[in-house]
C-alpha cells in the first residue's frame, strides 16, 4: 500500500530535483567569511559591511544610487577626489588651470597613474568616458551632471554632436574642459562618480566589461574580485594605484542584505564592522544611551510638502506660510522620524559652506518660524482674501498625498493632526506607490504631497535650482522672475561673494514665498566598531570607508 | 494517457499566452517606468533616451509582439533596471536557491505535516489532539516575517553555527527552511485531521476492523491511503509556491532567490523581468498541475485520466 504513496512522494521530489536543473548551489567551497575574525586567521585587515542593495549597474555612467556608488567611489577615482580628511584634493589630476573666464579648465594628470589591468590613465580615457556617458544611445540615467560641460546637453538630447562637447584631450596628460557657463562648484563634480574615467581601449573591445569582475578595470583604491549577485560583493586593494600606501585595508567586503534589521544583529553579532542602514528604533536606542559608536552623519537632503498653488486657496502665500507655521518641526524629528533629522530652517541643508567657509545654513539664518498663533492669524486672513471660510475649506476634502512607507504615515499623521488643532482644519491622507504619486505631481494631480530632494553636490545651488522657472524638477510651477534673476545671477559668475549673496537672497525670497514647506533635513547615521577608524562622512557621499584601518 | 498529457500540454501553452497577455496589459496600465527613482527626477529629456534604450518608445502592439517572439525562443530579454544581468540569467541564478529551500521545506511539511495530523485525529479531543492543533493554528496564524525575525533574533544570534542570514552552506539553509514549511505544514495538518477523521468513521474501516486486521494495519493501510489525497490534491500549488521562493523570507535571510523578484520587479516596474518571472512561475505552476493530476491516478484507482473530459 503505501509503496504507491513513497512512489508518489518519491516522484515528486525526483522532479523538483530536476527542475532545479540538478544544481546544488554552486557555492559549497566558500571561503567561510562568516567565521572569520577580522585579521586573524590571514593577517589581512577585510572590512565587513552591508551594501544594503544589489547594485544595478557598476558601469560609472550607469550608476544612479548610493548601492553603485559605494562601491563605485571606492574602485574608482576623478579628476579630484576627497582625501582621508574630507578634502577636495587633486585626484588623478596633478595640477589644474582655470582661465580668467572660469569657462576653461585645464587638468594635467599625474604621471603614476594606471588601470588595474596595468595600462596608464590618460586624458584620452577621460575624454571618451564623458562623451560616452552624454552619448544618447547609453542612456545615462545621471547624465544631466554633466551638462555644465559645453555642448552636453545639445549632444545628450540628439541636438548636437559628439564633436562639439567640450571636452579634448589635448595630449596622454592634459585635458581641457570648456564649460557652458561658470561653475564655481566644477571642480568638486569630477569627483562625481559619473565623471569617472574609463578604459577607452578596455571598453571599446567589449562593451560587457563591468558585468564580470574579470574583465572589470579600474583606476581607484579598490579593485573589484568578486560580485555574487544579491549576495556579496568583494574588492581587494589595488596594488596600482598611485596612493596605495593611504590605503591601510587589504580589502572590503560587502553583503547585498536588504533587511535593516538583519543586517543589525550581524552587526551586533560581530560581523559587520561599520554599517550604515540601521533600522530607525535602534538609531533612537543608540542615541539615548550615548552609545559611542553611532555617528550622525549630515548629508545633502531635504524632506518637504510640495502644495499645488494652481488650487484655491493654496494660491495665497498666507495660507501655505500659516501651514508651514503650524507645523511643530522639532516634535517631528524628536518624537517620530527620531533618526537624529534636523528640523528645516530652509531648504538649504547644513553641511554646505559659504564664501567665507561657514556654513550657509548658519549664514543664511532659520528662515521657518512655528506659532500658532500667528499661523491662525495668517490662515484666516489667507482664507479671507481667497472669499472662504475653514468649512469652506474643509467641504473640500483636502488630501496629503506621500508615497507609502512607515515613516512617511508617521509624519503625515502627525501633521494632519498638528493643522487639526492649530488651524482647525481637516485634511485627508492618502498613500499611493511613489512612482503613482510622481505621476501625480507630474500631472498637478494633488493638493499637497510629500516629497524628498537629494543633493548631487556641495553648493547650495543643488536645491536653490530646483525652483527657478525652468527647471525639470519644480512641480509647484514656482514662477518668481527675481527668483529667476537671482539664480541666473549665480550661475554667471564663479566670484564666490557675488554668488553666495544671490543665493541667500534667493533663499529668503523662497522661503517668504513658500511654494514648498520644508520638513526636516535627512542625516545618515551609522555605527562604526571600536576598532575601527578613519571612517567619516562627506556631506554629499555615503560614508567614506576607503581609508579606515582596523585595530586589534 | 499520452493524449491525455498532450492535450494539456496544448492546454497549458494557451494557459500561457493569455497570462503573457494579461501581465502585459496590466503591467502597462499602472503608472510608472522602469527608471523613476524616489527621490530625484529623471529630465524628460534623458527619459527618452532610457525608453529608446529598452524600446519602450515603441507602440505598445509592437512591443507585445517582439515580446511574443522573444518567448517563444525562451528569451526574456534584459532587465532594466539590473544592467549586469539578463532575466534568463537572474531566473538562472535565483531559482536554484529559492528551489532549494522550497523542496527542503516540502520535506519537513511533509514529514511532520500529515502525521502530525493523524495523530490528532486519532486521538480527537485528547491531549495529542490540542497540542497537534495549537502547533497547526500557530503555524497558520503566525505572519512568516515574525517568525523569521524572531528566529534571527533569539536563535540566530545566539547559537555561533547557524548563521545569521546568507547564502552558502546548509546551515544557512536551516532556518528559513523551517520558517517556509511551518505554513503549510500547520495545512497539511489540519487537512489531514479533517479527512482522517471522516474517513475512520467510513464503512470500509469498519469492514476491515470487523475482518480482524490489527489497528496498526488499518490505519496504515486503509485509513491514511485515503485520508491523504486532499493533500495530494494542493500538493501541486504548494509546491510551485515554495520553490518560487518566498519575499519576505529571501529579504529577511539576505537570501539569493527569485522569490524577491515576484515583489520588486513590480515596484521597480522592471517590464521584462515582471513578465519573466511571472511566465516561469505560470510554467512552474502548470506543470506540477499536471504532475498532480497524474499521481493521482496511482494512488486513487478510482480515478482514471482517458475518462476525463467526456
Redesign the interface.
Known sequence: MSKKILKLISIFLLLAVLFTGCSSPATQEEPQETAEEPGASTGKKILRTNNSSEPGSLDPPLAQGTHESWILENCFEGLMTFDENGNLVEGMAESYEVSEDGLTYTFKLRDDITWSNGDPVTAHDFEYAWKRALDPETAANYASILYYIKGAEAYNTGQGSREDVGVKALDDKTLEVTLETPTAFFLELTAFYTYFPVNKNVVESNPDWAKDPSTYVCNGPFMLVEWKHNDQIILEKNPNYYNAHKIKLDGIDLDILEDENTAWQKYLGGEYDILVDIPTSVVNQLKQENNPELEIGLMVGTYYYNVNPAIKPFNNVKVRKALSMAMDRETIVEKITMGGEIAAGGVVPPGLKDEKGEDFREAVGNLIEYNPEEAKRLFEEGLAEEGMTVEDFNSQGFVLLYNTSESHRKIAQAVQEMWRTTLGIEIVLENVEFQVKLDREQSGDYHISRAGWIGDFMDPMTFLDLWWSDSAFNDVNYNNPEYDALIRKAKSTNDQNERMAAMKEAERMLMEDMPVIPVYFYTQPYTVKPNVTGVFKVPVRYPTITYADITD | MAKYILKRIALAIVTIWAVITITFVLMHS????P????????????M???M??YGLDKPKGEQYLMYLKNIARFDFGESM?????TVNQ?I??????S??L??QA??IA?IFGPALGAIAALYQNKAPDYISMIISIIGVSVPSFVLG?FS??FI??KIDWI???????FRHTLLPSIALALMPLAQFARLMRSSMLEVLGQDYIKTAKSKGISRFAVI??HA??NA?LPI?SI?GTT?SNL?AGSFVIE????I??LG?FFTTSV?N?DYTLIMGVTVFYAI?LI?MML?VDI?YT??DPRIRLTKEGH
Request: charged residues 20%; proline residues 7%; hydrophobic residues 45%.
Open positions: 499602472v503608472p510608472g517606468n527608471f523613476a527613482t524616489e527621490n530625484r527626477k529623471i529630465p524628460d529629456n534623458i527618452e533616451n532610457l529608446k534604450k533596471k539590473q544592467d549586469s544581468e537572474i538562472a541564478r535565483g531559482f536554484p536557491v528551489a532549494r522550497g523542496i516540502i520535506l511533509l525575525s534571527i533574533q540566530a544570534s548563521p545569521i542570514g546568507g547564502w552558502g552552506e496504515m493501510k491514511i491511503r491523504i495530494v500538493l509546491i520553490v529579504k529577511i535571510f539576505g539569493p532567490g524577491q515596484f516596474r512552474v506543470s504532475l499521481a496511482l494512488i
